[in-house]
């Protein structure tokens, strides 16, 4: 069994959810403001509902006492740690293996843009 591993930056980009099946396999994001999902690909309005969702779960306006970093900071560690920082993905015949209608999601929780970092690290026997 060998191992692989690679960084992969991910443009910034403002808040919301963003497709990027196509630049990332099995990541984890090296930060506590943004997180990947699984999820539908097909219609972009999942993506805004997402997001809105998101925010009603962990919405700005409540009395956080971590506020160093601005008002969206610790609403972002949440959804963060709610949404989650990694994805186990099968790759089958040298593709991802996921279904028809789902894609790989960058979720930033920051209102200002940032260049994310991903590690991307595969498992497996080499052909």
């Known amino acids: 069994m060998s191992w692989y591993q690679k960084e992969i930056r991910l443009r910034p980009r ?12 099995d990541q984890v994001p090296e930060h506590t403001s943004a997180s990947l ?11 805004e509902d ?3 969702g998101l925010d ?13 970093e601005g008002p969206d900071d610790m609403p972002g560690h949440l959804k963060s740690g709610i949404v989650g920082v990694s994805l186990n993905i ?12 789902q894609g790989i999601y960058l979720c930033e929780h920051r209102i ?12 497996g026997q080499p052909k």
């Open 56 to 68: 009603k779960v962990a919405p700005e306006n409540l009395p956080y006492i971590h506020t160093d």
């Open 37 to 47: 999902m699984i999820n539908e690909n097909c219609d972009p309005d999942v993506r």
């Open 50 to 52: 997402m997001d809105m």
């Open 14 to 25: 403002s808040k919301g959810c963003y497709l990027v099946h196509q630049e990332i396999m």
């Open 90 to 101: 099968p790759i089958t015949n040298g593709r991802l293996n996921l279904g028809t209608w």
């Open 112 to 123: 200002a843009s940032h260049q994310r970092r991903v590690v991307v690290t595969l498992q």
